[in-house]
């Protein structure tokens, strides 16, 4: 079982991409999620996590310009990302926190590039 994250795509810098994550096999339960990045030739990154009752977590990279979301009912986690930056070029991921190594799927590609 993977998790599919989607929404990537090619944005100029300053822009937005809202990412999901739809949980279908309920992996997330109520355990804390997060979103992860791995930008080419480095190691991957935790971007924001978020649990049931507790504030969402940041990386310094991102912070004021990142927001994690949850939706329960849907079983979906969604990165709204604004403010986009070429150093956030990357393959984004979702996952438990800690993460899972049966659980990584393919991720979805973001391009921040003019």
């Known amino acids: 079982v993977q998790l599919q994250a989607s929404g990537g795509g090619l944005v100029q810098p300053g822009g937005s991409l809202r990412l999901s994550c739809r949980d279908s096999?309920?992996?997330?339960?109520?355990?804390?999620v997060g979103w992860y990045r791995q930008a080419p030739g480095k190691q991957r990154e935790l971007v924001a996590s978020?649990?049931?009752?507790?504030?969402?977590i940041y990386a310094d990279s991102v912070k004021d310009r990142f927001t994690i979301s949850r939706d329960y009912a849907k079983n979906t986690v969604y990165l709204q990302m604004n403010s986009l930056r070429p150093e956030d070029t990357a393959v984004y991921y979702c996952n438990k926190y800690p993460p899972y190594a049966r659980y990584w799927g393919q991720g979805t590609l973001v391009t921040v590039s003019s």
């Open positions: 096999q309920k992996i997330f339960s109520n355990n804390v």
């Open positions: 978020i649990g049931r009752g507790t504030e969402p």
